[in-house]
């Protein structure tokens, strides 16, 4: 029996993760420990709520005794870490809380699990710690360069990880995931924001000019990807988890309006998001060698998303009329009038 403790689990892949990890190994217990920040959503896990495997504690990863608790509680032997403050855009707006959870968040939790002796902790991290790559593939041993508050603090998160398996041999793993998408994705990240600002006839605000170029991962292709390091990897090993689908930004809000038939004219371009990345790619090589790939294309899954969309507005409406305002004024306001 292995009883794992899933932080961020109310969230976007955290939520997924639970489900397939439910579904895959039928004998664990799953441990949410989730501090509900505007990101986090019960309601992300409402299908598992009855599953006598399945447990919600609400906790901040930064607050020692509510994690030692919780770990003695349960019996955790396993930790999969993706808590986190996870949106670039609000990372230059407030880096607080990216220090706060990404970085002292993590640390706190590696020294709790340091002294209940873990089996292993897997720390979902990012591509975006590498920086931008004009032609050619990161590679797991390339050197960090980090461009925006998060993922500066999503690379200190990972350095301390690194840390604790050199000086304290804690069994650690590392992925960096590749820009994710599919359902229950909070509507600020592109993918979902443009499906639903064209659902709703809203302009789609395209920063700069939209040749920036993201490698596209299937949510669950990154929940089996995470499976496979967890299960897999080696101690104290890095792995890339990208889908292999380098599209521009233009490239997938056309086929989003497209899919929606909707016109090209919502495509509203705005300026652009300060310190932008102009590329991410992943040689994947390592993690597949581990009997990991992403399942079907591209297009097909943007496609069953966008249906998602479609077919569950009792999810996204309700956050779009809430805090999301907002930040929405905030961040596009100016931009969207300006453009
Ligand atoms: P998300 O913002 O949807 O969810 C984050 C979750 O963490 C929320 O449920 C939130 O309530 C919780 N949380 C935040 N601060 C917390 C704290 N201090 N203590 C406990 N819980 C806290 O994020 P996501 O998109 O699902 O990303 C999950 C992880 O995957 C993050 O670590 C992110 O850096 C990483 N990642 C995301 C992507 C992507 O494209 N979304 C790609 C690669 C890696
Ligand atoms: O690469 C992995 C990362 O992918 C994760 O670590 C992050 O948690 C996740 O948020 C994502 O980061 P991005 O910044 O790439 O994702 P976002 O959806 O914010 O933006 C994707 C691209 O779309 C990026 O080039 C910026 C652009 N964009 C985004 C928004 C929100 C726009 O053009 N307009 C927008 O309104």
């Not at 349960?74 to 609000?90: G, K, L, M």
């Not at 959870?101 to 897997?122: C, H, I, P, S």
Request: charged residues 25%; proline residues 5%.
């Amino acid at each position: 029996m292995k009883n794992i403790l899933v932080t961020g689990g109310a969230g976007f892949i955290g939520s997924n993760f639970v489900r397939y990890l439910l579904r895959q190994h039928p004998d664990y217990h799953v441990v949410v420990f989730d501090k509900l920040t505007y990101a986090g959503n019960v309601k992300n896990l409402l299908d598992v709520h009855d599953d006598p495997r399945y447990t919600f504690v609400r906790g901040d990863i930064a607050d020692k005794h509510m994690l030692a608790d919780t770990l003695r509680a349960h019996q955790v032997d396993t930790i999969v870490n993706f808590a986190a403050e996870s949106h670039v855009d609000r990372s230059i707006l407030e880096p607080d809380a990216f220090i706060h959870t990404d970085v002292v968040g993590t640390y706190v939790l590696l020294e709790a699990a340091r002294q209940f002796g873990l089996e292993r902790v897997l720390q979902v991290s990012t591509d975006e710690v590498y920086g931008s790559i004009p032609v050619g593939f990161f590679k797991e041993g390339d050197p960090l360069e980090p461009n925006s508050p998060y993922s500066a603090s999503k690379a200190g998160g990972e350095l301390m990880v690194r840390a604790y398996h050199e000086t304290y041999g804690l069994n650690t793993v590392v992925t960096r995931g590749s820009n994710t998408f599919g359902p229950y994705q909070y509507p600020e990240k592109v993918a979902p924001l443009f499906i639903t600002n064209a659902i709703e006839g809203e302009p789609l605000p395209l920063y700069g000019d939209g040749m920036q170029v993201r490698d596209w991962l299937y949510v669950e292709d990154h929940c089996a990807g995470i499976d496979t390091a967890l299960h897999r990897g080696a101690p104290g090993e890095i792995y890339n988890l990208g889908g292999g689908n380098e599209r521009h930004n233009i490239q997938v809000t056309k086929l989003i309006l497209q899919l929606l038939g909707k016109p090209e004219t919502l495509i509203r371009p705005v300026a652009d998001r300060p310190g932008h990345d102009r590329r991410y790619a992943l040689d994947c090589a390592k993690l597949k060698a581990l009997g990991w790939a992403p399942t079907k294309d591209f297009e097909t899954r943007l496609a069953e998303t966008v249906a998602w969309y479609q077919q569950n507005d009792w999810w996204w409406r309700p956050i779009k009329s809430g805090e999301f305002k907002a930040y929405y004024r905030q961040q596009y306001g100016e931009r969207l009038a300006a453009g």
